[in-house]
């Protein structure tokens, strides 16, 4: 199975903030990585999907990169309603596995 | 607008079993692959299940396999999962994920774009 590991595990920013993510994949995934934001009591949400397209309907203050085995979401300003956790899933091969989130609060 | 609506989640004894529902409207159901990923209480996200449109590619998890049982009546607009022998680490939340399929010009991938709201499965004696 591809393990796919989140750093940080938790992080805290301020409102207008920039903010990176990464995943790293045991294995070359080429782009098929997608991210997922979730808010407390709420199904995940599907954010960026090939490492880098941007979801219809998500603001352009999110962005993805990377490929092979290391990659990044950024959010070039937080907004209050961006406060989430925040999980990276590999789809280049069943199981398709998550990154065990990373939590980004209020500083 | 497109909906996926979770069904069947309870309390059940260790060894019991569940069956769980995952009812689409919004979109022409018959024409996407489906997932089940679930969430223990406080922890990460797990994918359970995959099944194709026509039902006739279907993969699960390790830790489900040779006991839950993924399945879909297109006529119904319905994806099912059938749980057995369950044990009180398949305590989670489940969502139902619907799955859009690419391809480029080497290689096929997808990616979770609409969820359910989730239906709580407790195992528990």
């Known amino acids: 199975d591809i393990q796919m590991t989140q750093s940080p595990s938790s992080l805290s920013a301020s409102v207008g903030d920039r903010v990176t993510i990464t995943c790293r994949a045991s294995?070359?995934?080429?782009?098929?990585l997608n991210w997922y934001q979730q808010k407390p009591g709420k199904a995940p949400k599907l954010l960026i999907y090939?490492?880098?397209s941007l979801q219809s309907g998500v603001p352009s203050r999110f962005s993805g990169s990377g490929s092979g085995t290391d990659f990044t979401l950024t959010i070039s300003s937080l907004q209050p309603e961006d406060f989430a956790t925040y999980f990276c899933?590999?789809?280049?091969?069943?199981?398709?596995?998550f990154g065990q989130g990373t939590k980004l609060e209020i500083k | 607008e497109v909906q996926l609506v979770e069904s069947g989640g309870g309390l059940v004894q260790p060894g019991g079993s569940l069956r769980l529902s995952c009812a689409a409207s919004?979109?022409?159901?018959?024409?996407?692959?489906m997932n089940w990923v679930r969430q223990a209480p406080g922890k990460g996200l797990e994918w359970v299940s995959y099944?194709?449109?026509?039902?006739?590619?279907?993969y699960y998890a390790d830790s489900v396999k040779g006991r839950f049982t993924i399945s879909r009546d297109n006529a119904k607009n319905s994806l099912y999962l059938q749980m057995n022998s369950l044990r009180d680490e398949d305590t989670a939340v489940y969502y139902c994920?619907?799955?859009?399929?690419?391809?480029?010009?080497?290689?096929?991938?997808?990616?979770?774009?609409?969820w359910g709201q989730g239906t709580l499965v407790t195992v528990s004696s």
């Open positions: 994920a619907r799955d859009v399929g690419y391809c480029s010009s080497t290689s096929c991938s997808n990616y979770f774009d609409y």
């Open positions: 919004g979109f022409t159901f018959s024409s996407y692959s």
């Open positions: 099944i194709s449109s026509s039902s006739n590619t279907i």
């Open positions: 294995q070359s995934i080429s782009s098929y």
């Open positions: 090939t490492a880098s």
């Open positions: 899933q590999q789809s280049y091969s069943t199981p398709y596995t």
